[in-house]
């Protein structure tokens, strides 16, 4: 099997990449990083950052306690960056940078996955809503309080574009220069659009892991999926008799280098099709890097064989009732007696509480929400 992963090494960037020479900056002057581009010393600020190693006790699909081989916010970042640079290497696309989007994508994300997310728009519904790639921005810009100059991490604009994949044009107003492309109808680098489609990539073949790793999803009921059929067929071929976790994993890895393949293929066909000169071209450009229409198609089908079979599973549902009421009560405690907050939260109440209460909870990991909505509402003593 040809594999994606033993492709020639690139090192010339291409003419509508980004570049450390040509970025934006950041929002407050700093001297040049030594031995390291802009986008490394962004990755590793993100790295080193607060809220990314609470990913490691935040929900993808199954919450932290349930098992612990199935992934985290911080394991699916870690193999959404991984298939990131694979893609950047092989469109001559700045690799730092795709990385240190891919590993900033979800600092904003809540405990307990989309559930909590879901919760907590719903409870900031009178006070602006909560979007959780706005709140990814939030973080880098605003709550990681690290450094004596500024507060958050002072990213470049490139790789703060990049983590800011959806945003309501309400929002989008307010953010300034980052806004701008929510407003014009524009795209962001092409090194943000390969972090989001390797985003797509990573959840829904491990979430087909994670979910046979459950035992919530069968092979049986995974063979009538075009895409997972197709090779898990061509793994039984290549070693017959092949089962259990085995299959699974030749199976998944099949999957995710077509679909790798076929991003980077079709992605340089449009690339040499619309003939970007610069950045700015790509973001006056439709979307460049995509998948064939037969891909996007199978990968459609998979989407909605898990929103079926897997989401709305009814063990993940009474996970997900939980999670809500979780987050709900705890907003809502909080809100009614913001004394109830830690000092420092306390003290951004002062000026908007119902944000400070929703950076908090948005804060939190999954087993520190269970704990804290214990101290709070549980009748024996804790």
């Known amino acids: 099997m040809k594999s994606w992963a033993s492709s020639p090494p690139v090192f010339d960037r291409a003419p509508c990449a980004a570049g450390p020479a040509n970025s934006r900056g950041r929002r407050y002057r700093e001297a040049p990083p030594r031995g390291r581009s802009e986008f490394q010393r962004d990755r590793d600020r993100i790295i080193h950052s607060t809220a990314f190693r609470r990913l490691e006790y935040k ?15 911080l394991t699916h970042s870690l193999e959404v960056a991984q298939i990131g640079r694979s893609v950047a290497r092989n469109l001559r696309l700045d690799e730092d940078l795709t990385e240190a989007i891919a590993l900033a994508h979800d600092l904003g994300h809540t405990p307990f996955g989309h559930t909590g997310q879901d919760a907590l728009n719903a409870c900031m519904k009178p006070f602006g809503g909560f979007e959780h790639n706005l709140q990814s921005l939030r973080v880098v810009d605003v709550l990681e309080r690290r450094y004596g100059a500024f507060d958050g991490l002072n990213l470049t604009f490139e790789t703060r574009e990049g983590i800011l994949k959806h945003c309501s044009l309400k929002n989008a107003r307010t953010l300034g220069e980052v806004g701008e492309r929510f407003i014009r109808k524009q795209r962001p680098s092409l090194e943000a659009q390969v972090a989001n489609l390797a985003d797509e990539i990573a959840y829904n073949n491990h979430d087909v892991d994670d979910g046979l790793r459950s035992g919530l999803l069968t092979l049986e009921a995974l063979s009538g999926v075009t895409i997972f059929a197709r090779h898990m067929k061509a793994a039984l071929r290549e070693f017959p008799g092949l089962n259990g976790r085995r299959l699974v994993h030749e199976t998944v890895r099949r999957m995710i280098d077509t679909l790798v393949t076929d991003l980077t293929g079709q992605s340089t066909m449009n ?5 970007p000169a610069s950045i700015d071209d790509v973001r006056r450009a439709p979307p460049l890097v995509a998948f064939s229409e037969k891909v996007l198609r199978e990968q459609q089908d998979l989407k909605q064989f898990l929103q079926i079979n897997l989401y709305q599973h009814y063990r993940v549902a009474r996970m997900s009732a939980k999670a809500r009421r979780i987050v709900t009560d705890l907003f809502h405690a909080f809100l009614s007696d913001p004394r109830l907050l830690p000092p420092e939260f306390q003290a951004r109440a002062a000026d908007d509480t119902a944000r400070a209460i929703a ?12 704990l804290e909505h214990r101290r709070l509402f549980a009748i024996e003593e804790t």
Request: proline content about 0%.
């Open 271 to 275: 690339i040499r099709t619309h003939a």
């Open 59 to 73: 929900t993808q699909v199954f919450v932290n306690h349930e098992g612990d081989l199935f992934r985290t916010r």
């Open 359 to 370: 950076d908090y909870v948005a804060g939190m990991t999954d087993r520190y929400a269970f």
